[in-house]
Every structure is written in structure tokens, then in C-alpha cells.
């Protein structure tokens, strides 16, 4: 198991937005956490993140305890991460935003590089000395997805990745994570089932920081009453 998140509680302030959340992924899974608005799918990457650090609960990854270190720390353990709002550095090219981030483990073989990323995803390639703020969402998207690459992650975790994007771009987006999926596991967000059912494996739902439902997305799929109850239509 790469990943075991047990009955963490998470707060802000006194306002308490994780009440007990436990999940679990083997290596090599797409998994996907649904839920609507405020239902604690973004606390609960923060959460792993050390981010926002878990007032109770434990988080193991790789089998090692990692609640309450440093999210630097927990990124260097091997965890990749893009935020919700993806934070492109204005002022920076495509391929600075890149190399900014890049970071290799003593001694260890780097499965993605700079040049190898832009020659990859030509997207970027082609826009490599462009200033990241003027891409579009979309492409501002795949530059924050790619940089999180940079940290050589194995397991990599996507808040909302389709987040007000056009639809042409979500495909993109999918595209990108069936990818990423052949040599890393995912743990992605996201509000609606459709994108979910396509590209994980199965899912977890959220409803008020809680695990409401786990199922495989062919489940899911056709489990109406589920998805009426817990989802948005969209
Ligand atoms: N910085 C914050 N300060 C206080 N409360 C917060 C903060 N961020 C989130 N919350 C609250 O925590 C709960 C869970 O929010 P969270 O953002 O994790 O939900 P979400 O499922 O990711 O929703 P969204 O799709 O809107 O991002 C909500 O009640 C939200 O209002």
C-alpha cells in the first residue's frame, strides 16, 4: 500500500472540516475523491500535504508515518502535489517554472527532466521560453501538472485538476492523467463523475469531511441513486 490515510481530523481554527477521513491506495491505482462544494476533498490533499496538518489520525506513505512533518519534507519523501489554484510563476518562463522545481535525489536516475518534459508534452515544448502567466488555463494547468513532476513523485496528488476549464482542455487534462497513471499513482479531485469514471479506477465520495461511499467507477457508473444523492449533475 502506497498510501493509508486513517480517520484523520482536520481544522480550521475551531471550524473542524475533516471529521475522521480514511483512505487507502495501492501502488499503481488512479483514484479519484468526489464530493461538492466544501466537502473537504481539497482539505483532504492539504491533509496528506502536511499542509494542513491533521489535528488527529495518522497518514502513512510508503509505510512510514509522515502527519506532522513538513510539506517540504512530505514533497521530497516523494509526493507531488498542484493546488487547486495551480500558482504558475509570473515572471518566469515555461521552462523556468520547470526548472525551478526540479529536484534530484542524490544517486537516483530522474524518470522526468526539464528538456525531457518539453519534449514530451510539445504543448510546453513549444512555449518553453514563454512566460507562464500569459498560457491559458488550461495550458497553466498541464505546466503545474509537469512541475510537479519535477520532485520525481510517486504518487502525485491533483486538486480539481479540470477546474473552469473548456471541455477541449479537459480531454487534455485526461489524456494527461492516463499518462501519468502507466508509472505513478494518482489521487486526483473532482465534482463531477463523469471525468472521474473515465480516468480513475474507483473512487471515494465526501460528504461534511466524511467518507460517505467507496466504489469502483463500474459501480459507480451505474448507481444512479449515489450519484443523485452525493454529486453534482455537471
Ligand atoms: N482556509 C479555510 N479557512 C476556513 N475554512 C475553510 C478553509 N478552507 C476550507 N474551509 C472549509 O472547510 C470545508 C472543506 O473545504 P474544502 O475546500 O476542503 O472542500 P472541497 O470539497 O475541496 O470544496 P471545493 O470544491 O469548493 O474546493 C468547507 O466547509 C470549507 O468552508
Known sequence: MILDVRNIQTFYGESQALQGVTLQLEAGETVCILGRNGAGKSTTLKSIMGLTPPRSGEVFYEGKPIQG???HRIAR?????VPEDR?????LTVRDNLDVAAYQRKGSAARWTVDGILKKYEMLGERADQDGATLSGGQQQMLAVARSLM???RLLLLDEPNE???PVIVQQIGELIDDLSQTTTILFTDQSVRFALKHAQRAYILEKGQVVHEASSQE???????QDRFLSVA
Open 69 to 71: 512533518r513538513p510539506a
Open 77 to 81: 519523501a516523494g509526493i507531488g502535489y
Open 87 to 91: 500558482r504558475i510563476f509570473p515572471g
Open 151 to 153: 520532485i520525481q513523485p
Open 164 to 166: 473552469g476549464l473548456a
Open 220 to 226: 459507480l457508473k451505474t448507481d444512479q441513486a449515489t
